[in-house]
């Protein structure tokens, strides 16, 4: 109970019997996976036609990987972040646990990559699981800091995420290892830490980055994978491949684009991983300019109402999380976006709710949950925020 200062009582409770939906995050939500599983059919369908399959063999797949990343959305809205917190370091163990066993002979190696399980008929990848176990632990750990931030609390946020990253960058996964990092420093930002504190981080990251390369650490193919976008016109049948084949699928598009099955990008396959990293050219060549700017509008409006639930959080730990989710969202967002117009280099990153993966869908979904949980549980009055842990 609340004691106002008139001395009435107020139900802490109360706004969970009258739990208030975001709308506007939701219809994002709905509309950007339905317009991913339609550019997930239209960009595998002719691939898988001409191998002689079923050519809506990957729209099956990827709508039950919905299904369930609905389900699994609507469940954790209904959960009180209060009733996950005391289970964080619980499953921050769990998915360091299964971050050494996917670099063990149980894991999967896909094209060089050892970066998924197999557990009988289902497939994961453990780094899709981390993403949000880190959020969590890092908003539990940050959430009973003082203003301005110890110096020892931010060293133990960065051992906290030091570790998971480290076990990422030996599958290896640059791509995913660099979002851990975004996550951090935008989320020790918002729990207090001084400008010091983030120049210093900064320039332990530089010196970090710089140790790597000169230990040997990064490998040739990734050095050049990093560095190649910076020249458009360099080997365009090798390392620049992925990024010119899309920037012709993007740039024939035009206004309105060439219409859905009407890409010949598309149709030819000319565009590898274009149901996965690069489904973005798909819409780029089939619903042109406007569609495109269709997708980034409904991506803003998604960050912008996970940012509002932060604002509005009724206390620390709930405002971390919201914010951890929502640099998760608008990192792979414009990375995975920048990638397919040469703004930044190819690192595998996927597009939220639009790339086709079952993990990567439900893990996004269960982030997107925990900050509409937030929100479905705003203070309606002044008091009720002060008043809560």
């Known amino acids: 109970m609340a004691v106002t200062t008139d001395g009435s009582q107020i139900s802490l409770l109360r706004r969970d019997r009258q739990l208030r939906p975001d709308w506007l995050l939701l219809i994002s939500y709905a509309a950007l996976s339905a317009l991913g599983l339609l550019m997930i059919y239209t960009a595998s369908a002719p691939r898988l036609e001409a191998l002689g399959v079923s050519p809506t063999r990957e729209l099956e797949q990827q709508a039950a990987f919905l299904l369930i990343g609905f389900m699994a959305f609507g469940v954790v809205s209904l959960i009180k972040l209060a009733t996950i917190r005391p289970w964080v370091s619980a499953i921050y163990l769990g998915s360091i646990v299964t971050l050494v066993l996917v670099l063990s002979p149980l894991g999967s190696s896909v094209k060089g990559a050892q970066r998924w399980m197999q557990l009988g008929p289902i497939r994961f990848q453990p780094s899709e699981i981390a993403k949000l176990a880190v959020i969590l632990a890092l908003a539990a750990l940050l959430a009973a800091a003082a203003r301005p ?176 989710v929502a640099a998760l969202l608008a990192f792979h967002v414009f990375v995975n976006v920048g990638m397919t117009v040469r703004l930044m280099p190819v690192t595998g990153l996927p597009l939220p709710f639009m790339s086709s993966g079952g993990t990567v869908f439900v893990m996004m979904s269960v982030a997107l949950g925990l900050a509409h949980s937030t929100w479905m549980r705003r203070p309606t009055l002044p008091i009720e925020r002060s008043a809560a842990p």
């Open 149 to 324: 931030m110890r110096w020892d609390r931010v060293a133990r946020a960065v051992a906290l995420v030091a570790l998971p990253a480290v076990l990422i960058f030996l599958q290896p996964d640059l791509g995913t290892m660099l979002t851990f990092g975004f996550i951090a420093g935008i989320m020790v930002f918002v729990a207090g830490a001084t400008w010091r504190q983030m120049a210093a981080l900064v320039v332990a990251g530089l010196i970090g980055t710089v140790a790597l390369f000169q230990v040997g650490a990064i490998k040739e193919y990734q050095i050049t994978r990093l560095t190649a976008f910076l020249d458009p016109v360099s080997d365009v049948l090798n390392t620049q491949y992925n990024q010119y084949q899309s920037q012709i699928a993007i740039g024939t598009g035009g206004l309105f684009g060439k219409g859905l099955f009407n890409g010949t990008q598309t149709n030819l396959r000319f565009v590898p991983e274009q149901s996965s990293d690069f489904i973005f050219t798909a819409v780029g060549e089939q619903l042109g300019f406007v569609g495109s700017l269709l997708v980034l509008v409904l991506f803003g409006v998604l960050i912008w109402r996970v940012l509002v639930s932060a604002a509005n959080a009724s206390d620390r730990f709930g405002q971390l999380v919201s914010t951890g």
